[in-house]
């Protein structure tokens, strides 16, 4: 494995349109398909595992069903395969804006993957992702629906997902794109933006964390700043980036190296 791999989540609020159902930004997923393209191409030997959230596809159903606290009646469960739907839609989008990048990516959806209990991956064999990566392609993952033994169905987010494969395949960084410019030390009122959060100082800002501006059923901000933390706790080496998307040129330049947004580290 090369010693270059990133981890990129290109988040739900900046690929699509959070607060109207079924609404992709096109616009954007085109030129972050070809941000990333042009990363690889300026060096060889960046490797990268994208994730994407669902964003106005998976989070409405979702939240209609409540999928992932669990599924359990026959509604639920139709329910599950809407979100399912969902999230299939957005990924078929995503892929063709990469395709169009003529990038080499190809997708493993969760729901086909992994299982899961109380709400944590269960099972998921790497493999598959490993090869990818080794023979050069960019291999594609998603917030998704996933079969779990004890609640019979639930969501499990695009950091979730890598929190899990962080163990097996680990990354250098982590890149998570949305459309904040960091993690606001006072969100809403957005005045102070951090730049950086270690373990010790999450006590200290996690009454201003709030979870998302925007429906967000896997967590939001704040959730996504605590499993970031967990991460690089049991991988000190590790760091991440929490940044905007919205800038042309960011997840150009994080891929390449320069870190933007709040730096999240030991």
């Given at each position: 494995?090369?010693p270059?791999?990133?981890?990129?989540?290109?988040?739900?609020?900046?690929?699509?349109?959070?607060?109207?159902?079924?609404?992709?930004?096109?616009?954007?997923?085109?030129?972050?398909?070809?941000?990333?393209?042009?990363?690889?191409?300026?060096?060889?030997?960046?490797?990268?595992?994208?994730?994407h959230?669902?964003?106005?596809?998976?989070?409405?159903?979702?939240?209609?069903?409540k999928?992932?606290?669990?599924?359990?009646?026959?509604?639920?469960?139709?329910?599950?395969?809407?979100v399912?739907?969902?999230?299939?839609?957005?990924?078929l989008?995503?892929?063709?804006?990469?395709?169009?990048?003529?990038?080499?990516?190809?997708?493993?959806?969760?729901?086909?993957?992994?299982?899961?209990?109380?709400?944590?991956?269960?099972?998921?064999?790497?493999?598959?992702?490993?090869?990818?990566?080794?023979?050069?392609?960019?291999?594609?993952?998603?917030?998704d629906?996933?079969?779990?033994?004890?609640?019979?169905?639930?969501?499990?987010?695009?950091?979730?997902?890598f929190?899990?494969l962080?163990?097996?395949?680990?990354?250098?960084?982590?890149?998570?794109?949305g459309?904040?410019?960091?993690?606001?030390?006072?969100?809403?009122?957005?005045?102070?933006?951090?730049?950086?959060?270690?373990?010790?100082?999450?006590?200290?800002?996690?009454?201003?964390?709030?979870?998302?501006?925007?429906?967000?059923?896997?967590?939001?901000?704040?959730?996504?700043?605590?499993q970031?933390?967990?991460?690089?706790?049991?991988?000190?080496?590790l760091?991440?980036?929490?940044?905007?998307?919205e800038?042309?040129?960011n997840?150009?330049?994080?891929?390449?190296?320069?870190?933007?947004g709040?730096?999240i580290?030991i």
């Amino acid at each position: 494995m090369s010693p270059y791999l990133i981890y990129l989540k290109l988040g739900g609020s900046l690929i699509t349109d959070k607060n109207h159902p079924h609404t992709a930004r096109l616009d954007v997923l085109e030129r972050l398909a070809n941000e990333i393209a042009t990363a690889r191409s300026q060096d060889q030997d960046l490797q990268i595992l994208l994730g994407h959230g669902s964003g106005s596809f998976g989070h409405f159903p979702a939240s209609k069903y409540k999928t992932r606290s669990g599924v359990k009646t026959a509604e639920e469960w139709m329910g599950f395969v809407e979100v399912w739907r969902e999230a299939k839609g957005l990924n078929l989008l995503v892929m063709h804006a990469l395709e169009k990048a003529s990038l080499p990516a190809i997708a493993f959806p969760p729901s086909a993957m992994v299982t899961a209990h109380r709400g944590m991956v269960a099972s998921w064999n790497p493999d598959p992702l490993r090869y990818a990566l080794g023979e050069g392609l960019l291999p594609v993952i998603h917030g998704d629906v996933v079969f779990d033994a004890a609640l019979g169905g639930t969501i499990l987010s695009t950091e979730d997902l890598f929190t899990h494969l962080a163990q097996h395949i680990p990354p250098v960084r982590i890149l998570l794109a949305g459309i904040e410019p960091g993690v606001w030390a006072d969100f809403p009122d957005n005045t102070h933006l951090l730049p950086e959060i270690i373990p010790g100082s999450l006590r200290e800002i996690e009454n201003g964390l709030s979870g998302s501006a925007a429906m967000d059923v896997t967590g939001g901000m704040a959730d996504k700043v605590r499993q970031v933390l967990s991460l690089i706790e049991a991988f000190p080496k590790l760091k991440a980036d929490i940044f905007s998307g919205e800038i042309p040129g960011n997840v150009q330049r994080a891929l390449l190296g320069e870190s933007i947004g709040t730096t999240i580290h030991i």
